[in-house]
């Protein structure tokens, strides 16, 4: 009888948390052994902290087997740039066996992220392994983002999620038929409960989450740095005069500096953390007032799993001038737009329903991946021109929908001829604008 070994990847302390919630909640069949395989994707790995020695992982340890190391087994290369030749597959699965000690197992993947190295990669080096995939936040409501290769995606069977959004089903993957299956969300409140120090006993402050959004072109750092003053601005027009901000690690500190100065200014007092910690642990140990943020997955934790009043701040002008259309940030942008009160005066709406949510979701997630998501156009379609289209233009660009034949877009003549001219006399137009 064959030996089974299951490797689970994790790149954050958030990703690793879920897979334990997943693991106490009998989510995956027993197994000879079960093997964490970290990574650390920081663009310089050397100066990030490896997951594996971050406080609170050890107490996650024991739920696993052996812990594997991705950057030490791939060194010099890094995790999210190297993507093997087809001919070498082979001869690297051999050595992944004889280097980790699988022998002749039969290997199981549950992996994050399965579009981008490195969990991609590794579902290739192991290209008879069943893959699960697991949920990392918001983005597992949008469309698989890249078209993935059918000896990969014909292998996943399921997408563990969190249930971020109560009744809405995640589009990540569904082409491939994988099966949505939510990790209860008792299970993942005692893993944290794990991880945090004693639960605070009374109402504690308002906590305002950090992001990092220039690093990922996002925003400019100027910009940045007034979303994180609109925050304390808005918080301290809300009464809130205890602040408590939680920058992204690798944030600049200056950022910190000068929230701390614009809270005094108030007459409000500002604490920022200096210890990386997930924001559901702060839940656990600050017990917030309120969170303030721009589309963090944490502001849907805060209100789905801890009950605690959501704000955000700048996630509309975000969105407006996210491009390309297909980016990844689309989905949970819209989401914590539709489902989250703005923080500041001017932008109050009821949250949509499941149902709607649903149509919304459907929508945009055609528009990002018509090739990826065909099945999706009806229902595009059906909410474009339905009760809803006007509330939720924001979302569309008219240039996506013009180009997809969606309601709302600009009518395009049949004869290419015509077709052709519109389109140089629209580049011309777009040159002169620009100069």
């Known amino acids: 009888m064959s030996t089974t070994t299951q490797i689970f990847y994790a790149s954050t302390l958030y990703g690793a948390a879920t897979l334990a919630a997943a693991l106490d909640s009998g989510c995956f069949r027993p197994a000879d052994r079960r093997l964490l395989l970290v990574s650390t994707n920081a663009a310089v790995p050397e100066t990030a902290t490896p997951l594996d020695r971050m406080p609170g992982f050890e107490r996650l340890r024991g739920r696993f ?6 950057n030490a087994t791939i060194e010099p290369l890094h995790p999210g740039g190297w993507t093997p030749r087809p001919d070498d597959l082979p001869m690297l699965q051999r050595h992944l066996r004889l280097l980790w000690g699988l022998g002749t197992d039969r290997v199981e993947l549950t992996v994050e992220s399965l579009q981008v190295a490195p969990a991609l990669t590794i579902a290739q080096l192991f290209p008879d392994a069943p893959v699960d995939v697991y949920a990392d936040g918001l983005m597992s409501y949008g469309p698989t983002r890249n078209k993935i290769d059918p000896l990969v995606g014909e292998r996943v069977r399921r997408l563990l999620h969190l249930d971020l959004v109560p009744g809405l089903d995640p589009l990540l993957l569904a082409e491939f038929g994988a099966v949505a299956e939510t990790v209860p969300t008792e299970a993942f409140t005692k893993v944290v409960e794990e991880l945090a120090g004693p639960a605070a006993g009374q109402e504690g402050p308002a906590l305002l989450l950090g992001q990092y959004l220039s690093a990922l072109a996002l925003l400019t750092p100027a910009e940045e740095g007034e979303l994180h003053l609109r925050m304390v601005r808005g918080a301290v027009a809300r009464g809130h005069r205890r602040l408590v901000f939680k920058p992204h690690p690798t944030a600049p500190d200056a950022w910190s500096r000068a929230l701390v100065r614009e809270a005094e200014a108030l007459g409000a007092e ?6 990386p910690v997930l924001a559901e642990v702060l839940y656990r ?4 007032a309120l969170v303030v943020g721009c589309f963090s997955t944490a502001l849907l934790t805060a209100s789905a799993f ?5 704000a955000r701040v700048g996630t509309r002008s975000l969105l407006a001038g996210l491009t390309p259309y297909q980016n990844s940030n689309r989905i949970p942008l819209a989401l914590v737009d539709a ?3 703005a923080l500041e005066d001017g932008e109050a709406t009821a949250p949509l329903r499941t149902e709607e949510l649903a149509g919304l979701v459907a929508a945009i997630g055609f528009a990002m991946q018509p090739k990826v998501r065909p099945d999706l156009r009806e229902t595009a379609v059906r909410h474009l021109s339905g009760p809803l289209a006007a509330r939720t233009r924001h979302h569309f660009t008219r240039r996506r929908l013009t180009s997809l034949g969606l309601p709302g877009g600009l009518p395009v003549p049949r004869h290419p001829k015509i077709r052709r001219l519109a389109r140089r006399a629209l580049k011309l137009k777009r040159r002169a604008l620009g100069s």
């Not at 500002?270 to 210890?275: A, K, M």
């Not at 140990?285 to 917030?288: G, I, S, V, Y």
């Open 306 to 310: 801890y009950g605690i009043g959501t």
């Open 270 to 275: 500002l604490t920022v953390l200096d210890r």
């Open 339 to 341: 489902l989250v009160p």
């Open 285 to 288: 140990e600050l017990r917030p």
């Open 65 to 70: 087997d052996g812990v594997l190391d991705w």
